[in-house]
């Protein structure tokens, strides 16, 4: 089971970036799926998930607005877009997947029982 994330790269402020997540091993479909990010220095935090099953999606309030969280089953790749950026969005993000995460925990990053390796995104003039 391997989720492999790509697309980090250096982007100016105000640039877009779109993240993948592809999934291998296993058919992700029917779990809530997660980015996280982790920035220098800090915890790893809930960037946004999609709830298996009805697709709702739930972002933290730093990026509500500016990201969006998709996802394409037939790929089995869960995507995360990034729009606005600005220099406090640069971090490490790392997709994630859980079959049994309960609502009140989606945003905790031990509710995920699998991890990609994470891809950085750097914003800076």
């Known amino acids: 089971v391997q989720l492999q994330a790509s697309g980090g790269g250096l982007v100016q402020p105000g640039g877009s970036l779109t993240l993948s997540c592809a999934a291998s091993?296993?058919?992700?479909?029917?779990?809530?799926m997660a980015w996280f990010r982790q920035g220098p220095g800090k915890e790893r935090e809930f960037v946004a998930a999609m709830w298996r099953g009805t697709g709702r999606t739930y972002y933290s309030d730093s990026v509500e607005g500016r990201f969006t969280i998709s996802r394409d089953n037939a790929k089995n790749t869960v995507f995360l877009r990034m729009n606005s950026l600005t220099p406090e969005d640069t971090a490490a993000y790392y997709c994630?997947?859980?079959?049994?995460?309960?609502?009140?925990?989606?945003?905790?990053?031990?509710?995920?029982?699998?991890w990609g390796q994470g891809t950085q995104v750097t914003v800076s003039s």
């Open positions: 994630a997947a859980s079959a049994r995460v309960i609502l009140s925990s989606m945003r905790s990053r031990h509710a995920y029982e699998y």
């Open positions: 091993g296993r058919t992700f479909s029917r779990d809530t």
